[in-house]
Every structure is written in structure tokens, then in C-alpha cells.
């Protein structure tokens, strides 16, 4: 099986990468770079074939996608920058990423009758409730710039291919680039206080057993939308930081531990607005994989045990 992965650059490219490796199928990064500009830590992804590929250019995306000739790509590039989509010179430009990029995309694996997995967002709903969003609900209400064009991007898919993956994810880290963890931790290191908000609910994707399950999934025919994070149950931000603080003072970093950081709960209303409105309920329902037979995702609390032995900090 030969595999296109956009996006490669960023952390679930990446790992889709090295899962592929793993299991001697053929993979083939891209993105926009001249040359693989992710992080060099010595794993397949770093010696792969790649190829350079501006997906808003719907020339380059025929003819690259045409030449490589895989039997699925997997489409992890995305306009991920939340808050900086909201301004106004940049719309156009996300809107050009997330959602005709994605088209001219389909209309390639239309083309050559491959299959398709696009990563999408909980951000297509519009986070209200407390009840967790199911995989085939069709009650859209985007809050924000990059919920309203994931969402185009879905109907792009959706209206063009039947040998299709959706897959919502969220709260998202990985090694290689920016994420939450990172972000936890430096604050930490360099603040007495911080403050977290504890109404935002949702659960962890760690892209490591994500890719995983990505690939679990191309191995077979079961298409349609899902929704994958991590197990372990639903929790706040606040949550999640007290346990990435607790687990790095077991890991020998004491300068995380209660008496050096104060970890203080806050509504999103106290911590101040943002640009883009987030949603309060990033709850995902992840049962329909379980139905089709699919492997779910270790606990986030794993996950985030083993995420942090991977990285330096």
C-alpha cells in the first residue's frame, strides 16, 4: 500500500509517517517546504521520499498527487493557528487552506479512485451542552473561523468521495511542534502562578497512538465520520495541567510541584476573551469505533506519561 501524507511538518503527519514505516508500507511525505522541515530526531519520517506540494495551488496538488499514484492519502495539513484566523487579512487565506485546499485534494483521489482521511474538529459544532457530540451528528454550528472552514473542508470530502475517512479529533499534542503540554511547561518553569480554565471539556488526542489508529483504519473499507481522542474520560484544562505538573514532579522535576507553581482554576469569562470563541463542550463520542471493530486510543493519562519521557524539558 503506498500512502501520501500532507502536512508532515506538523505532529500527526509526522507520526503517520513513522507508523507507516513500521509497518513496511510505502510512505510518501509532503508539505510545503522545499525539504522536510520537521523536527530531526533520527525516525524514519526524516528519511522518507517527500515531495513539496502547496495545496491552495490546485495545479501542483493534480499533477504531484497524479504522479506519486497512491492508494490512500492521509490529509493532515490544516491552517491550525485558532486565534490568528479571526483577523480579518487571514481569512481568505485559511478559508483557501483548510477548505479549497481540501477540495482540490478529493478532487484528485476522485480521480484516481484512492481513498481519503480527513482530519477535522470538535470546533465544527458549537461546543454548547454537556452531552458528548456523536460522529454522524449534522448539527453544525461552527463557532470561529477555522471551525467554519474544517467544516468545508468535510463537505468538500464528503460531496466528492464515498472511500472516505472523517476523523474529529481534538486537544491535540505530539513531539514534533507547538502544543499545550509545551506551552504548561514552560509557563510553569517560569511562573508562581497561573491560571487555567475549568469549563472548557474535552479529552486528549496524542498523535503517537493516533497515527496508529489512522492507519488501522486505511487497512480496511469501514468509511464514514469518527471521532477519536484518547480514553480516560473527559476533563477541563485545568485538569489536564494539574495532572501534566503531577506527573513531571514524579518524572524528577520539582520545580512543578505545588509549592513552587499555583495551578488556579478559572472560567473562560475570568482568563480574559480570546479572538476566536472557544467551545465549552469538546466532547467527542468515540463508541463508533468500537462498533466497526477499530482498536480505541490508550488512556491521555498513559499518554501523557509517555509523552513526557519522549521529550526534553
Not at 5 to 26: C, F, I, P, S
Not at 242 to 264: C, T, W
Not at 279 to 302: A, C, H, M, V, Y
Request: charge should be negative; charged fraction near 25%.
Amino acid at each position: 500500500m503506498k500512502v501520501l501524507v500532507t502536512g508532515v511538518a506538523g505532529q500527526l503527519g509526522h507520526d503517520v509517517m513513522n507508523e507507516l514505516h513500521k509497518r513496511g508500507y510505502e510512505g510518501i511525505g509532503s508539505d510545503i517546504a522545499k525539504e522536510y522541515s520537521g523536527i530531526a530526531d533520527g525516525t524514519p519520517v526524516t528519511s522518507m521520499p517527500y515531495i513539496q506540494m502547496d495545496i491552495t495551488d490546485a495545479q501542483a496538488v493534480r499533477d504531484k498527487i497524479t504522479e506519486a499514484a497512491p492508494d490512500v492519502v492521509v490529509h493532515c495539513a490544516a491552517w491550525t493557528a485558532v486565534d490568528l484566523a479571526e483577523d480579518e487579512d487571514k481569512i481568505d487565506k485559511v478559508r483557501l487552506i483548510n477548505a479549497k485546499g481540501t477540495e482540490y485534494i478529493a478532487e484528485v483521489c476522485k480521480n484516481l479512485d484512492c481513498k481519503l482521511v480527513y482530519l477535522s474538529t470538535d470546533y465544527v459544532f458549537d461546543g454548547q451542552g454537556t452531552k458528548p457530540w456523536q460522529p454522524d451528528c449534522k448539527d453544525y454550528k461552527p463557532l470561529n473561523v477555522y471551525g467554519v472552514t474544517k467544516l468545508e473542508g468535510e463537505k468538500a470530502v464528503d460531496e466528492r468521495l464515498s472511500k472516505f475517512f472523517i476523523v474529529r479529533i481534538a486537544w491535540v499534542f505530539g513531539k514534533n511542534g507547538k502544543n499545550f503540554i509545551k506551552t504548561m511547561l514552560n509557563v510553569g518553569k517560569n511562573h508562581d502562578r497561573i491560571t487555567v480554565v475549568n469549563d472548557q471539556i474535552g479529552t486528549p488526542t496524542y498523535t503517537f497512538d493516533l497515527a496508529r489508529l489512522l492507519v488501522d483504519m486505511i487497512e480496511t473499507d469501514k468509511y464514514g465520520y469518527y471521532h477519536v481522542t484518547n480514553e480516560g474520560g473527559y476533563i477541563s484544562w485545568y485538569d489536564f495541567t494539574k495532572e501534566i505538573f503531577r506527573q513531571a514532579v514524579e518524572l524528577g522535576h520539582p520545580e512543578y510541584s505545588e509549592d513552587k507553581v499555583s495551578v488556579v482554576p478559572v472560567t473562560t469569562e475570568e482568563y480574559g476573551v480570546s479572538k476566536a470563541v472557544r467551545p465549552f463542550n469538546s466532547r467527542l463520542d468515540k463508541s463508533k469505533l468500537i462498533e466497526n471493530g477499530f482498536t480505541p486510543l490508550p488512556t491521555w493519562q498513559d499518554a501523557l506519561a509517555r509523552y513526557l519521557k519522549e521529550i526534553e524539558f
